[in-house]
């Protein structure tokens, strides 16, 4: 059976627009949330992490070409660019692509959009992908709530061992709009100020957007510094709620010890966890005790939510790409905004970024609809 791996990637945000551009922020505690002010979107300020229009328009101008598209589409695009150029591979029909967000292009919906509401399709979304850079097979776009990033890994690997594809690029992407956040507002999860994953004082969720890719691939031959291999993934649907989740954390423990057993590992193997961390009430809940029943109560946590806001279906492949990078700099990165713990069950949260020699992580991914995943990642040179 083939090992799969995680290689080339590239991050699109706030905080940059190269993957090691954004993990050296990260390094300095640095946040891309905002008060924004935008009555397009909310009638009150909040904060966000919003990708600035300037700086996406002059790297997207650099593609050089003749389509018109979409601010989604324009960010998936430059962030693709960077990886397919840097991997140097021929799109041949044993190379795939997965396209991974939450609402794809909900914004031509608005009244004041300049494209045709069937451009919210999300199959139109991954088309213009395909035939902006060529590819040979036909995208698969994946939209299963927040965790769609993780799911798309977790996918692209096993289209891999079935050996369907020898290579799948994955590419993720939602948006900042006025849909999204009045969705959120109406259930009253916003939060005024910046979110604190866990902490007793936290007041809700800050929406953010991003665009982030990666190579994924059997090949060893094209792999990077940092490229990890997926040693395991599961996932599990605990069906107890549209939005919300287990209270037991059913479906995320589930998830966790199917991941663990399929990478033949222990809680005891795992050096670090990226959590999902929305800091809404239930979710941090249900959270702790999931990964307390999965014997993880001390492994080091953190919830990159405070550097970024929840950024929705892209948000589980941004913090696995952020975690490969963290292997490879031994680097535990704070939980921002974290001060005091705020759920019922004991949890490790890192407080400080710090130096710790590490060889695997896992990440977890929890979404409306009870969807749960859960993908344990090894750095390659110790494999």
Same mark, same amino acid.
Do not use: W
């Given at each position: ?35 924004? =002010? ?16 300037? /700086? ?5 101008? %650099? ?24 991997? /140097?591979? %021929? ?19 608005? %009244? =004041?959009?300049? &494209? ?28 299963? +709530? ?7 890994? +977790?996918? +692209? ?21 006025? &849909? ?6 109406? &259930? ?17 969720? =800050? ?84 990964? =307390? ?67 695997? &992580? ?22």
């Amino acid at each position: 059976m083939h090992n799969v791996f995680l290689s080339h990637n590239n991050i699109i945000s706030s905080l940059g627009f190269d993957s090691q551009a954004v993990i050296d922020q990260l390094a300095q505690e640095v946040s891309g949330l905002q008060l924004i =002010n935008e009555p397009k979107i909310l009638s009150r300020s909040f904060y966000s992490s919003i990708i600035p229009e300037k /700086k996406l328009q002059k790297a997207y101008s %650099e593609l050089e070409t003749t389509q018109a598209h979409t601010r989604l589409e324009r960010m998936l695009l430059v962030s693709l660019h960077k990886t397919l150029q840097n991997s /140097k591979l %021929e799109l041949t029909d044993r190379v795939g692509l997965i396209v991974s967000t939450t609402k794809g292009n909900i914004d031509v919906l608005e %009244e =004041n959009s300049s &494209f045709p509401k069937e451009r919210a399709y999300l199959d139109t979304l991954g088309e213009q992908l395909k035939l902006h850079f060529g590819f040979k097979t036909d995208p698969i776009v994946l939209s299963n +709530a927040c965790v769609s990033g993780v799911l798309a890994i +977790a996918v +692209a690997k096993r289209l891999i061992r079935q050996n369907r594809f020898d290579h799948v690029f994955v590419v993720a992407g939602d948006l900042v709009t006025k &849909f999204i956040i009045s969705g959120f507002n109406s &259930f009253q999860a916003l939060s005024e100020v910046p979110c604190r994953p866990y902490c007793r004082t936290r007041s809700g969720i =800050n929406i953010g957007e991003v665009a982030t890719s990666v190579l994924v691939t059997k090949d060893k031959s094209v792999l990077v510094d940092e490229a990890v291999t997926i040693l395991g993934e599961a996932s599990c649907n605990d069906a107890n709620h549209i939005s919300g989740p287990s209270r037991t954390g059913e479906g995320l423990y589930r998830s966790v010890i199917s991941a663990l057993k399929e990478a033949r590992l222990s809680a005891q193997d795992i050096d670090y966890i990226s959590a999902h961390g929305t800091a809404t009430m239930f979710n941090d809940e249900m959270e702790s005790i999931a990964f =307390n029943r999965a014997g993880l109560g001390d492994t080091p946590l953190n919830s990159l939510k405070g550097y970024f806001g929840h950024t929705l279906g892209a948000s589980g492949l941004l913090e696995t790409i952020i975690g490969m990078h963290s292997l490879h700099r031994n680097t535990l990165i704070a939980s921002k905004g974290f001060q005091e713990l705020g759920v019922s069950k004991p949890l490790n949260i890192i407080e400080k970024t710090t130096t710790k020699k590490m060889t695997t &992580f896992l990440k977890t991914a929890s979404g409306f609809g009870g969807s749960n995943t859960s993908a344990v990642f090894r750095s390659v040179s110790t494999t």
